[in-house]
């Protein structure tokens, strides 16, 4: 359906509010950015396992192949996958096996945190 100029209109305002919001949210974001780290840091604590799959989470990876790429048994990417879902570090993407991380992790570069935190390469 073609779109009349009153909808264009409506989603040229809603964009702006969109990016609006992603501005406020983000700056928000690095004002705490002290509050957020502590936080991951007591999530992931001094667990490598957890900080392993944390890495490895990018959207596109089920749990068999993060278990595969980090070399960790099966049960201990679940156990580590339930922590770092229960503390909001990951989540489910809907109707699939893939997780992925909230926008913050990117926004305050956590994973490159973890890696000089753990001593750990980039090729997760």
Do not use: C
């Amino acid at each position: 359906m073609p779109e009349t100029p009153e909808t264009h209109k409506e989603i040229v305002a809603i964009k702006a509010e969109i990016k609006d919001i992603k501005a406020t949210q983000e700056l928000n974001i690095r004002l705490n950015q002290d509050r957020y780290l502590s936080y991951v840091d007591r999530v992931i604590g001094n667990s490598k396992e957890r900080a392993l799959v944390f890495l490895s989470v990018n959207g596109a990876r089920t749990l068999a192949e993060i278990s595969k790429k980090t070399h960790i048994k099966p049960p201990n990417v679940t156990r580590a996958k339930k922590i770092l879902e229960k503390g909001g570090l990951i989540y489910k993407l809907p109707d699939s096996g893939i997780y992925a991380k909230p926008r913050w992790v990117q926004v305050l570069n956590i994973d490159e945190y973890i890696r000089r935190k753990f001593g750990i390469e980039e090729s997760l």
